[in-house]
Nanobody, 122 residues
Framework: VQLVESGGGLVQAGGSLTLSCAASGFTFDGYAIAWFRQAPGNEREGVSCISINDNTTYYADSVKGRFTISSDNAKNTVYLQMNRLKPEDTAVYYC????????????????WGQGTQVTVSS
C-alpha cells in the first residue's frame, strides 16, 4: 500500500493550490481517505475526509468553505482543492487511508503518505 502526495508549494495569501493523493496497492472501494496537516510545533490536525463509496465529505471548521475534497476512483486519486489560502494554512499536508469507518482522528488511519509542504506567504 502506497500513498503519494503532490501539489504542494509556495503561494501568496489568498491564492489556491490543489493537492493530489495517488494510492496504489489497494482498491479504493470501501476506504475513507483523509487529509491531515502538521505545522512545526503543532499536533497533526485533521483537515478533511471523504468516504469513497458514497462521496460523503467532512471538513474541519478551519477550512470549511475554502477547501474541497474530491476523488477520482478510476485514477485511485483524491484531491484537495485549497482556495483563499491563509498563512495559518502553512504546514506539511499528509493523506491517509482507513479501511473501515471515517473521521478525522489520526490514530484511526492505517496508511500514510510522506507529506507535501504547503507554504502560504503573507
Amino acid at each position: 500500500v502506497q500513498l503519494v502526495e503532490s501539489g504542494g508549494g509556495l503561494v501568496q495569501a489568498g491564492g489556491s493550490l490543489t493537492l493530489s493523493c495517488a494510492a496504489s496497492g489497494f482498491t479504493f472501494d470501501g476506504y475513507a481517505i483523509a487529509w491531515f496537516r502538521q505545522a512545526p510545533g503543532n499536533e497533526r490536525e485533521g483537515v478533511s475526509c471523504i468516504s469513497i463509496n458514497d462521496n460523503t465529505t467532512y471538513y474541519a471548521d478551519s477550512v470549511k468553505g475554502r477547501f474541497t475534497i474530491s476523488s477520482d476512483n478510476a485514477k485511485n486519486t483524491v484531491y484537495l482543492q485549497m482556495n483563499r489560502l491563509k498563512p495559518e494554512d502553512t504546514a506539511v499536508y499528509y493523506c491517509a487511508a482507513r479501511r473501515y469507518g471515517w473521521g478525522l482522528r489520526a490514530a484511526d488511519y492505517d496508511y500514510w503518505g510522506q507529506g507535501t509542504q504547503v507554504t502560504v506567504s503573507s
